[in-house]
């Protein structure tokens, strides 16, 4: 806390706010005679996240700012001219939450938190305002920190999807680069064929073989190595002995091509119109092939855009017939990036479970915090034993009074001396910058809302959470 030269208030500084109309002058009077004056320079900082705060004060002139050190994006005003911050009546603040610091040259009125209480009997008016403000301010922020724990869980996510984005995408990018040069070649090839004299009987060889590479794209065949890399070898003694490029050996082989096929063809064609056909069916297996892996990175880039569409329920109304298993299995595909690293999901599906009327959108927010807890719960430096395999756990039911989703890992566990505070706001045993401390308050009010429970049970190497909803749920 800054140190200021004592200047007491005036009740003519009181009264510039709204706080005091129509309290009676003697209440303002006393007010006044509590507060003396603070002053703090544009950036000087009113108290750092876990100060102390011991006093109610009030915005004289200027501007204060706020934010918590693990959330440096989350950033707003709490005091302009005439409103209070600080310590307000009914108040259970004892520390600063975050950073309150002045943005441009600011004057307070400030009061020991002590004569709070006398404050409420004498100026009953001004006590039922600072409440309504107490409140408005908890709003405010407990939505700010809702909004950064839904973006650190977003963030987690996107970063999941990005990565499985970029593998298709990549591949597609691989695919078409490749596809532009076989493309040329076979253009290539094709010009050096046109006005070429073909036998009739080669004529018949040659279309059978351009069928028999369309079947060989669209039933692949599986040749163990040993046996390919007999044919490749004997495909390359036999075009290097007819004077054609053994480099086409291994695309043959590929393409199903064989030397039965090719012996009576060599006979029918010159070497030049040959060669330059083997480059041309070469360079039709190739492009069928490209263009396989090209719809096939497609259609996995449009599966992951149509799940993530699926998850956050866009273009559905808030509350609908929702399949809670679907959700789950959507959530799981979100996190799938982080996943494939180590861990094991066992899924306990019911299958059996009936849709529940409910907000889709909030539900899957339930199990994407529940998972996510679980996935950090088994991450953490030091939190599983060398070798243990990590082991993710959803199992759903359905029970007479509706459904129970649980979620467990085979993590440390939850310590005993915290666990009844897991579900407060702000609590987190995560480090700084990596929780918000609002995922299982979140998830609480949202079971609440849908008129469920969320109940944990955790010891060393087991946690679980229930969640029951009731199948009217909205």
Known sequence: MPEETYEPATIADLMQSPLFQDESTEAVAWIAQQMHIR??????????????VTEFQLVLEGELHYRRDDDPYAQFIVGTAGHPTGVLPFSRMKQATGRVWAVVPTRLAAMESSHLRELVYRAPLVAQRLVSQMTDRTREITRMEEGSSRLLALGKLAAGLAHELNNPASAAVRSSALLRDVLKERRKAAVALHGVVIPPGARESM???IESIEECVSTPGDIDALERADLESDMSDWLDHAGLPSSLASALVEARI???????????LPLDPLANFLKLIVADHQTLCLTRELEEASRRISDLVQAVKLYSYMDQSPVSEVDVEQGIDLTLRMFQHQLKHGFTVNRNLSGQLPKVRANGSALNQIWTNLIDNAIDAMDAMGAMPAGQPKVLTVRTCLEPEGILVEVGDNGPGIPPEVRSRIFDPFFTTKGVGEGTGLGLDIVRRIVRSHKGTILVDSEPGRTVFQVRLPLNAA
Do not use: F, H
């Open 39 to 52: 002053r703090l320079a544009a950036g000087e900082v009113l108290w750092n996240q876990g100060d102390v």
């Open 207 to 209: 279309s059978g073989m």
């Open 258 to 268: 064989t030397l039965e096929e090719l012996k009576p063809l060599s006979a029918a």
